[in-house]
């Protein structure tokens, strides 16, 4: 077990008020809005391109819309925790809003990979010409997105809860034996 400078291990983990849990949320959630809508404004810009028209055929020049549509529901569901609580409880916090934003936020990741793995393969096929070369290409970051913000976070998540279940037995054992 690693030990940090304090002498806590590493594993350990502090619960957070929910005034500071709100905090964060709702930090988490500005910190990822100035990108998106960086991407969407590009996004937007690009079908005023030439090449945009002369390289691209109409169903990629469609998929490129569905990109735009997938990252604005994902800005709209990103913006969505800061409205829900100036409207619902702007003079509180409460668990049942951290639990639908941290939904709302988590929802976002979805519509953002997609979105950002087609306006990929739309750029990938203008930069190489080619279908097959551009569609490896979304499809292996289609696969990153999916390790790092899908995978690789429920095997911490799983990996934490063994370790909790693991101590919760061993304490268990050394009240009643």
Not at 2 to 10: R, V
Not at 41 to 53: H, K, M, P, S, W
Not at 72 to 88: E, G, K, N, S, Y
Not at 107 to 116: D, H
Request: with cysteine; charged share 20%; net charge positive.
């Amino acid at each position: 077990m690693n030990m940090t400078p304090q002498g806590k291990s590493s594993e350990e983990r502090e619960d957070l008020s929910l005034n500071d849990a709100v905090t964060h949320l709702l930090e988490e959630c500005r910190t990822v809005v100035p990108g998106m809508q960086a991407l969407f404004g590009f996004q937007l810009i690009a079908v005023f391109n030439d090449t945009f028209r002369e390289r691209l055929s109409p169903a990629e020049r469609e998929l490129h819309l569905a990109a735009i549509v997938l990252v604005t529901i994902a800005i709209v569901l990103v913006m969505a925790p800061a409205a829900l609580h100036r409207q619902t409880e702007p003079m509180a916090v409460s668990r049942r809003f951290i639990t639908i934003s941290s939904r709302l936020l988590m929802a976002s990741m979805a519509p953002l990979t997609v979105g950002l793995c087609l306006d990929v393969y739309v750029v990938a096929r203008v930069i190489v010409d080619t279908r097959g070369v551009a569609a490896a290409i979304a499809v292996g970051l289609l696969g990153v997105f999916i390790v790092f913000w899908f995978v690789l976070p429920r095997l911490a998540r799983f990996r934490r809860a063994d370790v909790a279940d693991v101590r919760s037995k061993s304490s268990h054992r050394n009240h009643t034996g």
